[in-house]
């Protein structure tokens, strides 16, 4: 019964860490790359292009990590 306990318990761990960084890829990347397209708010002339590509590339290598440890934390299922 306790393996049933603690499986349960890191896959829910795993669960956040995953929506975790599917919240990341969504604000750090969709969000300013869309406001990017389409110059909401001036976005393009406050950020600029290499601002947003830096933006977008840590957004993605948080994600990216977040999403690698949720995997990673499944391997402890017993």
């Not at 830096?54 to 990590?65: H, I, K």
Request: net charge neutral.
């Amino acid at each position: 019964m306790p393996d049933l306990i603690d499986n349960e318990r890191t896959k829910l761990l795993a669960g956040a860490l995953d929506r975790a960084s599917t919240s990341i890829f969504t604000v750090g990347i969709v969000t300013p790359s869309v406001s990017w397209w389409f110059d909401l708010q001036g976005v393009r002339a406050a950020l600029g292009p290499g601002g947003l590509l830096a933006f977008v590339g840590l957004s993605f290598l948080a994600a990216a990590s977040l999403h690698m440890l949720a995997r990673s934390v499944l391997g402890d299922l017993k």
